[in-house]
């Protein structure tokens, strides 16, 4: 009963062993509240897609707020100083 986590030895070492795909899993299926998911899983129906990570989206933000520049290109994410151009472009010129 209750929710289970992962210490940082027993995450790491699953990254060790290329277990990437089961993190993702842990976090972005059985982590969060996704009805449809588990309807779809018990029902034999192909399982939707999961939404993106809240918290994920919120550190971005919250990093562009700070004065970063974030490129993201795929599975890629570049991280920046933020240049004068980007500010004004994320406060549509005003400041």
Known sequence: SGGQSLDPLQMYSLLAHGAKTNLYEMAAVKGQKNDEYWRALQLGLPTPTPQKNFVFDKLLVYMQAAGVDINKSGY??????????????LSKGEL
């Open 76 to 89: 890629n994410i570049q991280l920046l100083p933020a240049t004068a151009e980007t500010i004004l472009k």
